[in-house]
Nanobody
Framework: QVQVAESGGGLVQAGESLRLTCTVS????????MAWFRQVPGKEREGVSY????????YCVESMKARFTVSRDPIEKIMYLQIHSLVSEDTAMYYC?????????????????????WGRGTQVTVSS
């Protein structure tokens, strides 16, 4: 059984940094992508960034590159999301997801429908 688990969320002050961690277990495949999404109540879940099965890093929104840093340890099957200079708009539930490569597909993996395996999320709340 595949399990995805996030950790590292919490209540932080605006301007501070935070690192989220995602672990995947039970996935037998050698190659898979891992992604971070976030969601606020009443809005759709949006892609933040992902590390492809090739270990390339991608950001789903160009502007996120300025304050978000995604990284992955493929051996330990851990992915991190470092968020710098947090602002109130970063308040959201952050989800981790994993997906196997789609044969013949060379596009981005920023959609919810791209991922089959999900964690339960970790809440990030930024106070100003």
């Amino acid at each position: 059984q595949v399990q995805v688990a996030e950790s590292g969320g919490g209540l932080v002050q605006a301007g501070e940094s935070l690192r989220l961690t995602c672990t995947v277990s039970g996935l037998k495949a050698e190659h898979y992508s891992m992604a971070w999404f976030r969601q606020v109540p009443g809005k759709e879940r949006e892609g933040v960034s992902y590390v492809a099965w090739t270990n390339d890093e991608h950001y789903c929104v160009e502007s996120m590159k300025a304050r978000f840093t995604v990284s992955r340890d493929p051996i330990e099957k851990i992915m991190y999301l470092q968020i710098h200079s947090l602002v109130s708009e970063d308040t959201a539930m952050y989800y981790c997801a994993a997906a196997l490569p789609r044969p013949g597909y060379i596009g981005v993996y920023c959609s919810v429908s791209d991922y089959a395996y999900w964690g339960r999320g970790t809440q990030v709340t930024v106070s100003s």
